[in-house]
């Protein structure tokens, strides 16, 4: 009923347009940056803001934007950031994050790695074609990766398979791999790997010139 309740908050367009603002950053919002991000003023921000927080939909800390303190320092400013808690809901209803952790859990004890990597690159090969960095960036997003280019490499900003990963990070991480490399086999100069930071995806997606010597 909680998860229900959370996403029924998102059915307010305003709501919506403030949430996607700020779960597409790199960094804590302000209510200031978030009402120029969804084009709405900053009063009205800050009430939408506030009742996504309190429907664990964005979390909340204080901090001084100037980066000092003490007298004269002014007031800490209210960053937003997307919460890390997951909401689904399904009618009727259905718990698959059991059965996909039981079955994890199984394959981690039958040392299936192996055979696991080789049907999820079998998956990403049938999801292609990509041809190149960009369709690679529009096929991660359908995926629901959040690619974000940061430099050389597009990070991925959401793993879909979080909550496994988090529990088998060594079996699903190594999926998650092969499943992308699957997925970049046809494109031209592009390749994924391991490079895994905290609050992002295990794999990151580059060109492969950029490591050509």
């Given at each position: 009923m909680e998860d229900i309740e959370a996403i029924a908050v998102l059915q307010d367009p305003v709501r919506r347009r403030l949430y996607d603002y700020v779960a597409g950053q790199d960094h804590d919002v302000s209510r200031n940056e978030a009402a120029e991000g969804a084009g709405i003023q900053r009063t009205l921000a800050a009430f939408h803001l506030d009742k996504l927080v309190d429907a664990g939909?964005?979390?909340t800390e204080s901090k001084r934007l100037s980066g000092r303190s003490g007298p004269g320092a002014g007031r800490p400013a209210k960053l937003y950031r997307r919460s890390g808690v997951e909401r689904q809901f399904s009618v009727p209803a259905r718990d698959y994050r059991v059965a996909a952790d039981l079955l994890a859990e199984v394959a981690e004890t039958a040392r299936l790695d192996v055979e696991l990597q080789a049907a999820a690159r079998r998956e990403g090969r049938a999801a292609g074609p990509?041809?190149?960095?960009?369709?690679?960036?529009?096929?991660?997003?359908?995926?629901?990766?959040?690619?974000r280019p940061d430099g050389d490499v597009v990070r991925l900003a959401n793993c879909p398979f979080h909550v496994l990963s988090q529990r088998h990070p060594g079996l699903v991480c190594g999926m998650n791999l092969a499943l992308l490399e699957g997925l970049l086999e046809g494109a031209d100069g592009v390749r994924a790997r391991m490079d895994p930071r905290p609050g992002l995806c295990c794999v990151v997606v580059e060109s492969s010139k950029n490591n050509e010597s």
């Open positions: 939909l964005l979390e990509v041809s190149d960095l960009a369709g690679a960036e529009a096929a991660l997003a359908a995926r629901g990766y959040e690619p």
